[in-house]
């Protein structure tokens, strides 16, 4: 009797620790009209190495430097000479998470609504597109008033 009930237990433990692990952009408050160096921190939970993740630069955005880290790459998709997405290519394995720095210039706005996309090496796709409260809620970043 033990045993089927560890087993649910332990199960259950699993899917609330993979359904807690998002898909963050860092810092979550800046300052509207400002350069700031953003990170996006993509974990592994679960079974499954993620192999790719694309943020939606939205738009009034504008990236000015990217990073990656040794021997992992990146993309810039563009609709002319803006960026619209930012997809990094790596293997992060199960229990693993990766930082993923670049410097964008913040819109003059009250916040930023990030859209992430996380690819698992099953070929499925998590959308961190949500609303927050929600499962897979978008990364978003609260700015401030521009200092005068």
């Known amino acids: 009797m033990c045993g089927p009930v560890l087993g649910l237990t332990t199960a259950l433990l699993l899917v609330a620790a993979a359904a807690s692990a998002h898909v963050t952009v860092w810092p979550a408050e800046s300052q509207a009209g400002a350069n700031e160096r953003y990170v996006l921190r993509v974990p592994s939970e679960g079974a499954l190495a993620t192999t790719s993740v694309e943020l939606e630069v939205p738009f009034g955005v504008t990236i000015l430097l990217m990073g990656a880290p040794a021997g992992w790459t990146y993309e810039l998709r563009r609709d002319g000479d803006r960026v619209t997405a930012i997809v990094w290519t790596m293997n992060i394995l199960p229990g693993e998470f990766a930082e993923f720095p670049f410097i964008a210039r913040n819109p003059n706005a009250t916040e930023i609504v990030w859209r992430a ?3 698992l090496e099953d070929g499925t796709v998590v959308e961190f597109t ?17 200092a005068r």
């Open 130 to 146: 949500g609303r927050r409260g929600d499962p897979t809620p978008s990364p978003v970043t609260r700015l401030l008033p521009a």
């Open 117 to 119: 996309y996380q690819h």
